[in-house]
């Protein structure tokens, strides 16, 4: 029975006994449609999300494709990625108290290391370096990587230190290694005047 013929003689059944009986096995039937709709549509939502997050991710690897590569705007994406997760490692109690310092005097720096890590590599190789997003909490040096997604390692990794000077305070020491000597060279950024307090930990 179409669908529009149930509801009619629902509603008809319903007016002539004044809505005392309303027949059940119609009823039932209509939630049962009702049902598969709802069901129907959570699939099709499931579907668009699917969707999305495949668009997505096709958006995020746009470099691993044949398409062109603009090194300039590249190196610029990756020093805004950079500044965020710096602040993010400072974390808003640091932050509060040193952003503008970080911005001013360390910042320029960590572009300038960034522009020369990726001007050193070929194009073709380049074009695979991320920034990785997980800095260390507590008392780690970690602010981020530029990790090789295409030989999947690490090119260098940017570290902040806390050094404690006697009589004089604390001071938040920036540098960063390079695979090329196996991360064993010390190459400075710059540093920043914490206070003669103990500095909070990181991402506090």
């Known amino acids: 029975m179409k669908l529009w013929m149930r509801k009619i003689l629902v509603a008809l059944v319903t007016v002539a ?13 209509d939630a049962e449609e009702s049902k598969d709709s709802v069901a129907s549509k959570a699939e099709e939502a499931v579907s ?3 969707a999305e997050v495949r668009e997505e991710a096709e958006v995020d690897s746009w470099l691993n494709k044949d398409n062109p590569y603009d ?25 509060d108290h ?16 960034l522009q020369s890590i990726m001007q ?20 780690g040096e970690k602010i981020f990587h530029v990790y090789d997604h295409l030989n999947e390692q690490d090119v260098a990794r940017f570290h902040v230190r806390r050094d404690n000077r006697p009589l004089d305070g ?8 390079l695979s ?25």
């Open 71 to 95: 090194r300039d705007y590249y190196i610029h994406s990756l020093i805004e990625k950079a500044k965020d997760q710096t602040i993010t490692k400072f974390g808003p109690r640091i932050a």
């Open 98 to 113: 040193v952003e503008d310092d970080f911005t001013a005097f360390i910042l320029p720096n960590i572009e300038m290391a």
């Open 17 to 29: 006994t004044l809505g005392i009986y309303v027949p059940t096995e119609l009823l039932q039937v």
């Open 180 to 204: 090329k000597d196996g991360f064993k060279e010390h190459h400075e950024i710059g540093e920043i005047f914490w206070d003669k307090n103990t500095p909070p930990k990181w991402m506090a």
């Open 170 to 177: 604390y001071y938040f020491n920036f540098h960063y290694h």
């Open 48 to 50: 668009t999300s699917t």
């Open 120 to 139: 050193d590599a070929d194009e073709d190789v380049s074009r695979y370096y991320a920034i990785t997003e997980q800095p260390t909490k507590g008392y």
